[in-house]
Structure formats: C-alpha cells, structure tokens
T-cell receptor, first 113, second 117 residues
Framework: AQSVSQHNHHVILSEAASLELGCNYSYGGTVNLFWYVQYPGQHLQLLLKYFSGDPLVKGIKGFEAEFIKSKFSFNLRKPSVQWSDTAEYFCAVKSGGYNKLIFGAGTRLAVHP | ETGVTQSPTHLIKTRGQQVTLRCSSQSGHNTVSWYQQALGQGPQFIFQYYREEENGRGNFPPRFSGLQFPNYSSELNVNALELDDSALYLC????????????????FGPGTRLTVT
C-alpha cells in the first residue's frame, strides 16, 4: 500500500534557524507531491506542489522542496524560519486516477523568538 | 480562506447514532473529497464525488456514505457511530475536468470536529 513517512513529529527551532523537514513516500509510479501547512486554528493550505519538470520547487512564504526520485523523497526547506512559521506541516502524495491524497502524519513545528 | 465552507463546526454524538456533515465547495469546483483526520494523524481519504457520483473510495466501511448535489455541495453521512469515529472531518474541493485528468489543487475547508461519546 502507498504510504508517506514524515521523519520528525516535533521540531523546535529558534528564529532565523534553517529548517528541513523530511518526507519519504512508497510508490514506484508517477506521483504528484505536495506540502500543506496548518496554522493554529486555520484550515489546511497548500505550500507548494510538484508535478513534473524542475525537481526544486519553490512555494509561498520562502519555502522550497526538492524531489529526489531515486530516494523517493520530497523534503521541505526554508533557510530562515520566523515565529509565524509555527504550524503543523503535512507531506502528501497523489497517485492514481482520482484526487486521492495520501498524507503523512505531520510535523509540528514550533519557532521560538 | 479557500471559499470551502463546512457545517457544523463542532458536533457531539453518542455511540450508535447517525450524523450528517455538510460541505459547500468553492465556486466553480465540481469535485469534492472527504477526509478524516484523527488526533495526531494526517488526513485519511474517505471518498470523492464528481458530478454527483462517488468515483473513488478509501479504506472506510459502507456506513460512511455521501452525496453530491447539482450545485456541487456535498454531505458525508456516518451511521452507527463508533468511538473511533471521533475526528476532524475535512472537505476539499477541486476545479477542472474529471478527476485524475490534470494537476488540480485541492482546497480544504475548516473541518467539522466530531466527538462520539
């Protein structure tokens, strides 16, 4: 069965620190990859997505992710985090003929001033 | 905000009861998906509706059922509620053609928090 693994359940950083959140998926075919963010009390929002082409994808709010097909990975990065990045981050994979997203368990990020 | 709305915001039911959750999709979106997000977990796909028909289903029993209406709004019905059904239920809508044809982003609503006691 297809699955998505997020390596870190909780991450605590100070402002201006660099961020990298790991995501691995298990599926050998063509995939579409996503990172969603859920700020406290808000709905899930799309940060970035990869469908094809350049494996380095840039999203909103300074986030980027790199698709490494050989490693089945799609890690999220940000060079310098802010307190406002405190949220839960979800990696997701879409495969197959309909819009089913398979989500990881999420990583809860806390950024301290 | 995404334009996807859900009602009610919170709901408390007892075991064995039935519940109906509602979702209004973003204007122009013809596909609605439902997800269940248990505490501490990522959302899990329940099913998807396109043009009023279910056309994709996750690993959920038949007591989870749904409807989509001509205006593309949708309902999720859960019969014979169990304690494990306590979760945040998310609705997501998508624009474009038939599901799977393209690279369509899903827009999520704020969810309905269901508590089963």
């Amino acid at each position: 069965a297809q699955s998505v693994s997020q390596h870190n359940h909780h991450v605590i950083l100070s402002e201006a620190a660099s961020l990298e959140l790991g995501c691995n998926y298990s599926y050998g075919g063509t995939v579409n990859l996503f990172w969603y963010v859920q700020y406290p009390g808000q709905h899930l929002q799309l940060l970035l997505k990869y469908f094809s082409g350049d494996p380095l994808v840039k999203g909103i709010k300074g986030f980027e992710a790199e698709f490494i097909k050989s490693k089945f990975s799609f890690n999220l990065r940000k060079p310098s985090v802010q307190w406002s990045d405190t949220a839960e981050y979800f990696c997701a994979v879409k495969s197959g003929g309909y819009n089913k997203l398979i989500f990881g368990a999420g990583t809860r990020l806390a950024v301290h001033p | 905000e995404t334009g996807v709305t859900q009602s009610p915001t919170h709901l408390i039911k007892t075991r064995g009861q039935q519940v109906t959750l509602r979702c209004s999709s973003q204007s122009g979106h013809n596909t609605v998906s439902w997800y269940q997000q248990a505490l501490g977990q990522g959302p899990q796909f329940i099913f998807q509706y396109y043009r009023e028909e279910e056309n994709g289903r996750g690993n959920f029993p038949p007591r989870f059922s749904g409807l989509q209406f001509p205006n593309y709004s949708s309902e999720l019905n859960v019969n014979a509620l169990e304690l494990d059904d306590s979760a945040l239920y998310l609705c997501a809508s998508t624009s474009g053609g038939s599901p799977g044809q393209g690279m369509y982003e899903q827009y999520f609503g704020p969810g309905t928090r269901l508590t089963v006691t």
